[in-house]
């Protein structure tokens, strides 16, 4: 699969590469580290190309300059052993996507390269993890390797069992173990020895080899030494056994390690299934059932209560609310009316929807949550290039240590069976496959966990990123508080009631659109009935005037808005009047008079609310270390209550800051030694978002904020945004601890099987088990945030 890397979709990786793209590949035969290192290496050497790739998943993603041919990536990758092919996208379910018509709203237009590849965009979901066929590939070389082990470990090991010449036997069934059983371990070292190179697998495969090959020539020097059934277990010189068990051990680590990466990577497949199936589109009046994938800009769909919605638009008709936990993580599902925006794969709760689509295909949100999980899988965190780079020089070192326990014992001990086997279990137990795995089993599991969470992390190097983070700038309005006004006072005056002021105040605001006026007729109406107006006039800025009569009493003449506008109309409040609503201003609070019949009869305050669990965040936040600063282009008073309501401290509050002025900001802590975190939602936190260190975007925001973003928060609970930073460096944790432990493993097995102190099949079963091992710890990330 080939995607343009521009500015447009390539991340800030590609910013200003206009003329790259990503090539998308698939990758077979690749088996550790040592693989994995040495394909980027081959396809680095290709001027203009870097690639990035990923072991579980058993892929790589190449960027590609304008002169280099997709079909050059797969010859260069196929040359050096490995079967690679283009990641391929099914064929489109239904006729191309059309050109968006003019009625697309809010800037969703699909590029005009894109091309319908599927519901989803993204391909189906096997073509991304297909690690069920890895698994059942060595299921039955598992089978016929355990079959025919179990006798060969009886007959060697157990007296009892043996009989006149049963070294024979032991090695006509321990053959297949190790010639057929062994084969991809054999084929792997084989074609990179051609190429004069070596990894895991060269261990394995000459280990295996040298215990049947040493066996079968002592049995071929003496054949009667195993006459004699009798021989203490240990007393023979033959290792039969020795090389089928590990194979088999071997085996089982491979197959383990294949059904644990599948269960890594459910999440993403889970994301990629989530989409409608089907959809209700409106065509003349008339309801077709069509495939989602059919849809295109532009198109009406039905939406029932318990229907998914089929592709991401605007509801054009009707009201209910939408299930978005599926996207955003939220359990709370969300009311959407008229004009609101509606996601793909969210479920209709309630009433009956009618949407219009603006973004399908690879354009909707869901295929570019799953391109990002995607994407952050398959590219590489800094900490795993020590493992890369320890993988390329381990295997020569191992050899040779190898080759000196075998010198070694001979110079000192003359004891070729005791030399032979410290030289073998030395080649087994240093195969570190679970430094191959320690990384990207990690991030898999991580990022996957993210999405369900909703949450997206673009890539793997963010992980580093929030280790060093000691201070977070919070954008106040859509992160710390709603981003929508609410009324939070009334203060009567004139002799007459709140609940007067507010009726009167929410009737003549009704014919208005502006967001003072909204909050305004939303506060009146849960209070009861609103009184009809009449004559009502507005002006842009200003405030409305009309008339309405209240609780059956005479016409009112009313008068609604800023001070200005009540002296535009005649009606001068007295100095204590504008003393109180001064005060109102300097706490922080937006107010407006309602003035009846020529005279001041209330005033109403409204602030921007505080997002219920902003105050949790913050602490949170502190808990993990961070110093959560307030960043907001409001007042120096509206600041200060907000920080004071969710716990920030005075002096960490930036007031009346604009734009540019947070870009500053960011630079100033930096300056000052921090490491910045920058959370936003709005065009306006876009520059500030790239320049911090760390950018998150609430996917409640503009695009152009989340694209500047490293992590993505789909919700707008501040607390996904902890969340987010928890996971990270949880994720971050679990890749160091599964790296210490095959570095440990390694360091300690080494010298201790030199010295003849390991059996090379409980090595086996050991270096399996530690793949194993490594692969389960990673899976432990699928439980985070299950508390919550």
């Not at 006149?164 to 053959?175: I, K, Q």
């Not at 069509?290 to 769909?301: H, K, M, R, T």
């Not at 002799?495 to 009167?504: F, I, K, M, T």
């Not at 975007?697 to 694209?707: C, K, P, R």
């Amino acid at each position: 699969m080939v995607q343009q890397t521009g500015t447009a979709a390539g991340g800030a990786g590609n910013a200003g590469k206009p003329d790259t793209r990503l090539v998308e590949l698939e990758i077979e035969g690749m088996t550790c580290a040592s693989c994995v290192n040495r394909v980027e290496r081959k396809l680095g050497k290709i001027e203009g190309v870097s690639a990035s790739v990923n072991l579980p998943l058993e892929a790589a993603q190449v960027t590609v300059p304008a002169d280099v041919t997709d079909q050059q990536i797969v010859d260069t990758v196929n040359a050096i052993g490995y079967k690679a092919r283009l990641k391929e996208a099914p064929a489109p379910a239904g006729p191309p996507t059309a050109v968006a018509p003019a009625e697309t709203r809010g800037g969703a237009r699909p590029a005009p390269e894109a091309v319908e590849t599927g519901q989803h965009g993204l391909g189906r979901p096997e073509d991304h993890l297909a690690h069920g066929g890895t698994a059942a590939r060595l299921r039955p070389r598992l089978w016929t390797a355990a079959a025919l082990t179990i006798p060969v470990f009886i007959i060697a090991m157990v007296p009892g069992a043996q009989f006149p010449h049963w070294g024979w036997a032991a090695l006509l069934l321990s053959a297949p173990v190790v010639f057929w059983s062994a084969w991809p371990f054999h084929r792997a070292a084989a074609v990179n020895a051609r190429h004069l190179a070596s990894t895991m697998d060269t261990l394995v495969s000459l280990g295996v080899l040298a215990a049947f090959v040493f066996s079968a020539w002592q049995l071929g020097m003496d054949p009667m030494m195993t006459a004699h059934g009798h021989a203490e277990m240990a007393g023979h010189g033959l290792y039969f056994e020795t090389a089928a068990v590990v194979v088999t051990f071997l085996l089982l680590g491979r197959y383990l390690e294949a059904s644990a990466k599948q269960k890594a990577g459910s999440a993403l497949r889970a994301l990629l299934n989530l989409g409608a199936k089907e959809a209700t589109v409106l065509r003349g009046g008339v309801e077709t059932r069509i495939p989602a994938g059919q849809l295109v800009p532009g198109d009406e769909f039905v939406v029932r209560p318990g229907e998914k919605i089929a592709t991401d638009g605007y509801v054009i008709q009707g009201r209910s609310a939408v299930d978005t936990s599926l996207i955003t993580g939220e359990s709370v599902p969300v009311e959407v009316d008229v004009d609101d925006t509606v996601i793909g794969a969210t479920i209709n709760t309630s009433g009956r929807l009618l949407v219009r689509a603006t973004r399908t295909g690879s354009e909707t949100t869901l295929a570019q949550m799953a391109r990002l999980v995607s994407q952050a899988q398959a590219g590489k965190a800094p900490i795993a290039r020590l493992a890369d780079r320890i993988s390329a020089v381990f295997v020569p070192i191992v050899v040779a240590i190898a080759a000196a326990a075998f010198g070694l014992w001979m110079l000192f001990s003359g004891d070729l069976q005791a030399a032979f086997t410290a030289a073998v279990t030395v080649l087994v137990i240093a195969c570190p496959c679970a430094l191959g795995l320690a990384t990207p089993t990690a991030l898999l599991v991580g990022t996957g966990r993210a999405s369900q969470l909703g949450i997206l992390i673009k890539g793997p190097q963010i992980l580093e990123d929030t280790r060093h983070v000691d201070t977070i700038l919070l954008d106040k309005t859509g992160t710390v508080t709603t981003g929508r006004l609410a009324v939070t006072g009334v203060a009567a005056l004139d002799g007459r009631s709140d609940a007067e002021v507010l009726a009167l105040a929410g009737a003549v605001e009704a014919g208005s659109e502006h967001p003072i006026a909204k909050a305004v007729v939303e506060a009146a109406r849960a209070a009861g009935p609103l009184p009809v107006p009449a004559g009502f006039h507005s002006a842009p800025g200003g405030g409305v005037r009309g008339t309405a009569a209240y609780d059956g009493g005479p016409a009112l003449a009313l008068v609604a808005g800023r001070t200005g506008w009540l002296e535009e109309n005649g009606i001068v409040p007295s100095a204590a009047q504008q003393q109180a609503f001064a005060a109102l201003q300097d706490s922080g609070a937006t107010a407006i008079w309602l003035a009846v019949d020529g005279e001041p009869a209330g005033i109403i305050s409204l602030r921007d609310t505080v997002k219920d669990g902003s105050a949790a965040a913050v602490r949170r936040l502190k808990e993990l270390g961070l110093r959560p600063v307030l960043l907001t282009g409001d007042n120096a008073a509206v600041a200060a209550h907000v920080a004071a309501a969710v716990g920030i401290a005075a002096g960490d509050v930036y007031a009346e800051v604009r734009p540019e002025g947070k870009v500053e900001a960011v630079r100033g802590l930096q300056e000052a030694g921090r490491t910045v975190a920058m959370v936003g939602d709005g065009v306006n936190d876009a520059a500030a978002l790239a320049q911090a260190d760390l950018g998150i975007a609430m996917g409640s925001g503009t695009d152009v904020a989340i694209e500047a973003a490293d992590i993505t928060v789909m919700g707008s609970d501040l607390g996904q945004v902890v969340q987010a930073i928890e996971l990270s460096r949880r994720t971050l944790a679990t890749i160091k601890a599964n790296l210490f432990w095959a570095f440990a493993y390694n360091t300690l097995g080494i010298p201790v099987a030199a010295l003849g102190l390991l059996n090379p099949m409980i090595a086996g079963a050991a270096m399996a088990a530690s793949s194993v091992l490594v692969v389960a710890n990673s899976l432990r990330l699928r439980r985070f945030g299950a508390r919550a």
